[in-house]
């Protein structure tokens, strides 16, 4: 079995294209390898976060998490601060980074645009990413676009740490799932639906209503003409709305385009909206389930208690081989 590592910030609702895009393949992987899923609250706060608001978005990702499909059993859930030893590890390998490395980070610099004041800790965002992938010492990591260049960062780190102290970490892999999907934004089919996104109306939250479903797909941005055709190049918008019914009514793009050949925009967004429901409402019943008996906290201390087993030996590993002098009696 190989050790996949992967995390989701608390920060905003999670959407329709989390859980496509990202989950889905976290319930599958937990089948077939050694899995550990993150709530990452000390990526969050690189970022000025209402601290009542964190609080609650991280009970909520990691219940969602389950609510999802992923068996605490069979997975590591659990939130990346109360597994101290990341941190700390994070600390360690800003040591080993170059700022020149850093300030290469596209991610820095398009958060840090146009702003008079950059936290200290967005700029080292990659170390401690760095930190939480090799702690495990995973193979796997599952990654978006915007995340390629902090694992390129990981590996040099992982490697100069070989190099100088002695081979020690595994160099980790992107996993690039056969099947995939990237959920663009309702509203502007180039950009990737995110939670992030200030029109609320560019993404379905998986907690939405069903009526705010329905709403925010039949505003949903379409190309002009009204054939429901999948041609990503010259009809990006209705090609999105297209990947989200394949994936929400499980049909082929094919299938889909016969079903409503001739019949326009409107009858498409109409039923899509019902499979997206349909996908959601039994997500949010297990959510609520989960929130309402309070079981979410035990299976976050037991994960991290998991967790720091292997995460404690590593960071002690690491300092002894960096010569720092341990703790005695």
């Not at 995110?194 to 379905?204: E, F, L, M, R, V």
């Not at 709305?241 to 299938?255: D, K, R, S, V």
Request: charged content about 25%.
């Amino acid at each position: 079995m190989k050790k996949v590592l992967s995390g989701i910030q608390p920060s905003g609702q999670l959407t329709l294209g989390n859980y496509i895009g990202a989950m889905q393949n976290f319930v599958k992987l937990q089948h077939t390898e050694e899995c550990y899923f993150m709530v990452v609250d000390l990526h969050a706060v690189s970022v000025p976060q209402d601290p009542a608001a964190l609080r609650e978005q991280t009970e909520a990702v990691a219940a969602l998490f389950i609510a999802a499909g992923i068996d605490p059993v069979k997975a590591n859930i659990f939130v990346q601060s109360h597994v101290r030893a990341h941190a700390e590890l994070g600390w360690l390998f800003t040591t080993l980074a170059n700022m020149g490395e850093l300030e290469r980070m596209t991610q820095f610099k398009d958060k840090a645009a146009g702003k008079e004041s950059v936290g200290a800790g967005l700029f080292v965002y990659p170390t401690l990413m760095a930190a939480d992938i090799l702690i495990y010492n995973a193979d796997l990591v599952p990654v978006g676009d915007d995340q390629k260049q902090h694992l390129e960062l990981t590996r040099d780190l992982a490697h100069r740490f070989n190099t100088r102290f002695g081979n020690y970490f595994t160099i980790p892999e992107p996993y690039i799932p056969k099947v995939g999907a990237r959920v663009m934004s309702l509203d502007d089919a180039s950009k990737k639906m995110s939670k992030s996104n200030p029109n609320a109306g560019s993404y379905i939250a998986l907690l939405d209503s069903p009526d705010v479903i329905r709403k925010k797909i039949s505003r949903a941005t379409t190309d002009s003409g009204r054939e429901v055709k999948y041609d990503p190049a010259n009809k990006p918008e209705i090609s999105n709305l297209i990947g989200i019914y394949a994936h929400c009514a499980n049909m082929t793009i094919q299938e889909i385009e016969a079903r409503y050949e001739g019949q326009g925009y409107g009858p498409f967004k109409k039923e899509l909206a019902e499979h997206v429901v349909s996908v959601i409402e039994p997500l949010q019943a297990k959510y609520n389930d989960i929130r309402s008996s309070g079981e979410i906290h035990q299976i976050l201390k037991q994960g991290a208690e998991r967790a720091s087993v292997i995460a404690d030996r590593t960071l002690a590993d690491v300092k002894e081989r960096m010569g720092f002098l341990p703790p005695r009696g």
